[in-house]
């Protein structure tokens, strides 16, 4: 199957569940989620970012993705440039990306406006979505750090405004979620209410949730038990908490810490047990069994297992 459009997936799924965006960088990332998605037959975005651009060539990753689309054929997926400036989101509009991000939610609100809406300008003339940031999430994606104290909640109003002068196709809101596997503050958790305001804004209207992932305290304690060293307070989003935001208008939630915990649990346990033996196959295999395993609960808790022979293309 060709991917499709975000549009068309967030048109079908709002305030009733959400999807899944997985963020890949290797063979083994690319064929669990799409043997999950069919499987479970679950729509699902696949997510690429400039370094997973950087770290494997642009075309290999899309080799990689369109192979899968042929080995999977059931699966309904969308192809999405997660974090890009303007350059990326250009390369990757004229690379066959049905959505794109812009995120310039570092730049002033007037900066943002304008280098989202020169992004929103080429994508729409090839039919292709852009997904816009507003608001800075603290925490760590990739290569890039932002300190706590330069994060701030979404403005629902700002919202508002935003997407009325860029013509965005979907909005990533900054509402208590941290990039990496420090997800909280102490014991924040997500703000519900800046959620529902913005939803009142911007009545159905796709939102997008940021550093979403679980950051399962087994597979932390499995790094730590097999000679890792990350710190006890390593938390994330609840399944409850995910389930809850879909109400407000979230259809898209990322997850990218989650894959690489797995991938460090997996290749921690097995080296650390079996340290004369070398073959990548073996712990390979076994990581793209764990995906399909954490990815059968994300779409579980998103509501979208089984919804993808319901999409209308």
């Known amino acids: 199957m060709q991917a499709v459009s975000t549009k068309i997936l967030f048109n079908q799924c709002y305030s009733n569940y959400a999807i899944a965006a997985v963020n890949v960088f290797t063979m083994e990332q690319v064929h669990g989620v799409f043997a999950a998605a069919q499987q479970y037959q679950s729509p699902v975005i696949v997510q690429i970012t400039p370094v997973a651009r950087n770290y494997a060539h642009t075309k290999m990753m899309l080799a990689m993705v369109h192979a899968a689309a042929e080995v999977y054929s059931d699966v309904v997926f969308a192809i999405h440039l997660d974090h890009g400036n303007e350059e990326h989101a250009f390369a990757a509009i004229n690379e066959g990306y049905t959505s794109v991000m812009i995120d310039a939610s570092h730049s002033e609100f007037e900066e943002n406006v304008a280098r989202t809406k020169a992004v929103v300008e080429k994508a729409h003339a090839k039919n292709i979505v852009v997904e816009a940031e507003l608001g800075i999430l603290s925490g760590v994606e990739d290569d890039i750090s932002v300190d706590e104290s330069m994060s701030r909640y979404t403005s629902p109003a700002q919202a508002a405004e935003f997407v009325q002068l860029t013509n965005c196709d979907s909005l990533a809101v900054a509402a208590g979620t941290s990039h990496g596997a420090y997800k909280f503050s102490g014991q924040q958790g997500m703000r519900f209410h800046v959620l529902k305001s913005i939803q009142q804004k911007l009545p159905q209207f796709p939102l997008v949730l940021h550093g979403a992932s679980n950051v399962r305290q087994?597979?932390?304690?499995?790094?730590?038990?097999?000679?890792?060293?990350?710190?006890?307070?390593?938390?994330?989003?609840?399944?409850?908490e995910l389930k809850k935001t879909i109400q407000y208008g979230v259809c898209k939630v990322n997850i990218a810490t989650d894959l690489r915990l797995l991938w460090t649990k997996v290749h921690r346990e097995f080296f650390y047990n079996e340290p004369e033996k070398f073959d990548p196959i073996i712990p390979g295999k076994k990581y793209i069994e764990e995906i399909k395993i954490l990815l059968a609960n994300k779409f579980e808790v998103l509501g979208s297992t089984g919804k993808a022979s319901a999409i209308k293309l």
């Open 218 to 240: 087994e597979d932390v304690a499995s790094i730590n038990a097999h000679g890792g060293k990350l710190a006890a307070n390593a938390s994330g989003v609840s399944d409850e």
